[in-house]
């Protein structure tokens, strides 16, 4: 038996200026070239030996596709917790599990504008993980390829060459320099 979907399983929360829920859209049409403040999450997953993973986009991302990131993000669904958006995206986007979720970037807020005109716009703090599944098993809809770095190998990335990574990656390099 199969079920269908509720109707909050692909809605992005909506903000005001000040952080505030003032409604919901669909996630497909809300990256746009005028995507409104919304709600979104970054995590950083650690493994035991106190290695980062980093992802890189899948091609048929809509924004920055093929690009290196942080280990994965995505958008709470209304009423849905960090906490458990962060473990969901993680099931979703590399099949594992995770444990020792914690704030890195309470209070992250970027914008940035894709090649193609898609804007980022979003209030998304930046947390991390802890996962003991040495291979994740990337979703091809969601990431291309994941590779485990020590993080000073991706501030050194950052500093020399941001161009070749997501823009928020760059932007996050103080929760980066906390996981060091």
């Known amino acids: 038996m199969t ?6 399983d692909d809605l992005v929360v909506l903000l005001d200026e000040s952080g505030k829920a003032i409604g919901t859209a669909p996630r497909a049409t809300v ?5 409104p403040l919304h709600l979104a999450f970054s995590c950083h997953l650690r493994d035991d030996a106190g290695r ?10 809509r924004t920055w596709p093929g690009v290196w990131t942080n280990s994965f993000c995505g958008h709470p669904r209304p009423g849905e917790s960090f906490e458990d958006a962060v473990r969901r995206h993680a099931q979703h986007e590399l099949g594992i599990e995770v444990s020792d979720i914690e704030p890195l970037l309470p209070d992250f807020r970027y914008h940035a504008i894709d090649a193609a005109g898609v804007v980022e716009n979003e209030i998304c703090p930046v947390f991390s993980a802890r996962t003991a599944s040495p291979a994740p098993v990337s979703n091809p809809d969601e990431v291309m390829e994941h590779r485990w770095v020590d993080v000073a190998d991706v501030l050194s990335v950052v500093e020399r060459a941001p161009w ?3 823009p928020w990656l760059v ?3 103080p929760a980066l320099r906390l996981l060091g």
């Open 3 to 8: 079920t269908s979907p509720t109707t909050t």
């Open 31 to 35: 990256h746009t070239t005028s995507t």
């Open 52 to 61: 980062v993973l980093v992802t890189r986009r899948a091609l048929g991302k």
């Open 164 to 166: 070749a990574l997501s």
């Open 171 to 173: 932007e996050q390099e």
